[in-house]
């Protein structure tokens, strides 16, 4: 089905360990963004990617590294995951980052660092 | 990144007319309001969007001032699924904290 897909859907991990979050969208929107949302919080942008190869800090990029080799994935990664990184994190992708060109979201990803 | 500001929480009464205010006092030229809802911890939705002019679609209407420092978004008839968490933003890269809206029967 076309869409965007995150996974896994909930993870919980210790302290110190590497996390991959994924991220997949079936339009081939040039636009991917990684967003977190913590409890009673609105979404902060952790990194965003233009087109493939190219990607670009948002407002809380500290402890994550994104890569995007090809169009339709954008993959997150914790390299070592702190407590603090509890959260859920959504994907989200667009045609545009600027002019119309609505955001689509995943379902999220449910994350716990203990 | 023009900054929004919301109100933190509203209700509604359910069948009446929700008008959710947004103050983007500086948005540039270029940037469009959107407007996304957020019902519980689902991913956000996109509900409208909009530059200078008013605009409708089958979810809501936007109405913006003409100085494009301010813009209502307006659920003609509220139900109880429009609890939500109700998000203006002017460009994509940030979402503020949104106002919480119950729509009460």
């Known amino acids: 089905d076309a869409g965007i897909t995150q996974s896994p859907r909930y993870k919980i991990t210790e302290t110190g360990r590497q996390v991959t979050l994924m991220c997949h969208q079936t339009?081939?929107?040039?636009?991917m963004f990684w967003y977190r949302q913590d409890l009673g919080h609105g979404l902060r942008l952790i990194y965003y990617?233009?087109?493939?190869?190219?990607?670009d800090k948002g407002e809380v990029p500290d402890g994550y590294v994104v890569s995007r080799s090809k169009t339709e994935n954008f993959p997150l990664t914790l390299e070592s995951a702190t407590r603090s990184q509890t959260s859920v994190y959504f994907c989200?992708?667009?045609?545009?980052?600027?002019?119309?060109?609505?955001?689509?979201f995943g379902e999220g990803s449910r994350l716990t660092v203990l | 990144d023009a900054k929004t500001t919301q109100p933190p929480s509203m209700d509604c009464a359910e069948g009446r007319a929700a008008n959710l205010p947004c103050n983007h006092s500086?948005?540039?030229?270029?940037?469009?309001v959107y407007w996304y809802r957020q019902i519980h911890s689902q991913g956000p939705q996109y509900i409208i969007h909009?530059?200078?002019n008013n605009e409708t679609n089958e979810m809501a209407s936007l109405i913006i001032t003409e100085d494009r420092k301010s813009s209502t978004l307006i659920l003609p008839h509220a139900t109880l699924r429009d609890t939500a968490v109700y998000y203006c933003i002017s460009r994509k890269l940030s979402f503020g904290a949104g106002t919480t809206v119950t729509v009460r029967a």
């Open positions: 909009g530059l200078k």
């Open positions: 500086t948005i540039s030229g270029n940037e469009y």
């Open positions: 339009w081939s929107h040039s636009y």
């Open positions: 989200a992708s667009s045609e545009s980052a600027r002019t119309g060109g609505e955001l689509f």
């Open positions: 990617s233009a087109a493939a190869d190219i990607t």
